[in-house]
């Protein structure tokens, strides 16, 4: 066996062409991730990396695998925080034959002009996100490969288009962000812009996520909901609000849940559980840790775990090795989850794996510092 868990056989196995996967890469600061459709089909979500040098975390999974990069049909851009981007340049240029889905509002004048004045400043503080999506913008130029803009209530693609055998069945779409979260943040760069005679600043950080792009995916009868980071602010017309009053999207419930927001209050809506997901959906959460900052809370894992007993989190915060579980959440996970394994590799992931219309449970492994989202302030 390697000295790097990372690359044992547990992770670098491929799944095989009857099973679809949903892998969650979160080791606390950063996320990523990857959905496999089937017929080695997959599609990327977000990007993350140790650093500016390192390979991204994505690319390292698929290389480990043996995985064709071409075999990727799309990268989504869910929006431009620092901790969803970085590695995303290497990415896009590594999957040349994969369609880029992002928010119209990147492929604007007024952004581009925005990324190109905030990529290089004096200082060295430059935001990771502003960087990653103007080289993203070069690519595409050079490039000329197509965009797909995300907005609400849009069809992205179906099994047809990506290639899957005949009779399977795959949609995704696009769920956000809404016409008043995109005008909403078209605005605010304008007022960023450095002006004429004037000394200029580091890229500010937004202060919502006003772009983040929720996607929809069903996989025959599974049906996955990826919350990127949309937020709520208790207007009809943005965030959750404006996804729960959506009309002529998908219908149907998900049974996986990516928690919004690295499961903040922030990005919690009461009716997303009753309106969006199944009775007992498995919940994946990516936690936030850097400085004083650290998400979710005890609060948070509290209220998640209300509405889904069975979630699990990329990084445990507790910062210690297999604590102890109740043993109402240990029998939880035992009747919900077909099998449940535990390796310790560089990073925090979990994965989940389940024959294709098989209708069983989900098939749960941990790697790195990944466990039962009750354990990470234990």
């Excluded at 990523?32 to 999974?61: M, N, R």
Aim: charged letters at 20%; one cysteine or more.
């Amino acid at each position: 066996m390697p000295k790097n868990l990372l690359y044992s056989k547990p992770y670098s196995t491929a799944p095989k062409p009857d099973e679809i996967e949903v892998t969650v890469i979160g080791p606390g600061f950063g996320e990523a991730i990857l959905i496999h459709a089937g017929d080695g089909k997959w599609c990327l979500v977000d990007s993350c990396a140790k650093s500016t040098k390192s390979e991204p975390e994505s690319l390292q999974y698929l290389n480990a695998m043996g995985i064709n990069l071409d075999h990727v049909f799309a990268v989504f851009v869910t929006h431009w925080d620092d901790d969803h981007c970085k590695g995303l340049a290497k990415v896009v240029k590594a999957c040349t034959s994969a369609n880029l889905v992002m928010s119209t509002a990147f492929t604007k004048r007024d952004f581009i002009s925005f990324t190109q004045a905030y990529a290089s400043p004096m200082s060295q503080n430059v935001r990771a996100g502003v960087k990653e999506i103007n080289e993203v913008l070069k690519e595409l130029a050079d490039t000329k490969r197509p965009v797909y803009s995300a907005y609400p209530g849009r069809r992205l693609f179906t099994a047809s288009d990506v290639g899957l055998s005949p009779g399977q069945r795959m949609e995704i779409w696009s769920l956000s962000p809404s016409d008043e979260e995109y005008q909403n943040f078209i605005a605010w760069v304008a007022t960023q812009m450095p002006q004429a005679d004037t000394t200029r600043r580091v890229a500010m950080k937004r202060l919502r996520n006003d772009l983040s792009v929720v996607l929809h995916i069903s996989l025959g009868e599974d049906v996955i909901l990826l919350g990127g980071d949309l937020e709520e602010e208790g207007k009809a017309t943005t965030g959750w609000s404006a996804v729960l009053n959506l009309r002529g999207g998908p219908t149907a419930l998900a049974d996986v849940f990516k928690v919004p927001h690295h499961g903040s209050i922030t990005g919690h809506h009461d009716d997303v559980a009753a309106q969006l997901l199944s009775s007992d959906p498995l919940a994946l959460v990516a936690p936030f840790k850097n400085g004083k900052v650290s998400l979710p809370t005890k609060a948070d894992v509290t209220r998640i775990s209300g509405y889904a007993a069975n979630s699990h989190s990329t990084a445990n915060l507790s910062n210690h090795a297999s604590p102890r579980r109740d043993a109402v959440v240990d029998k939880t996970i035992r009747e919900v989850t077909k099998r449940f394994s535990t390796i310790k590799p560089d990073v925090g992931m979990v994965r989940l794996r389940k024959v294709r219309g098989s209708g069983s449970a989900w098939n749960v492994e941990h790697f790195g510092s990944a466990s039962p989202l009750s354990d990470i302030h234990q």
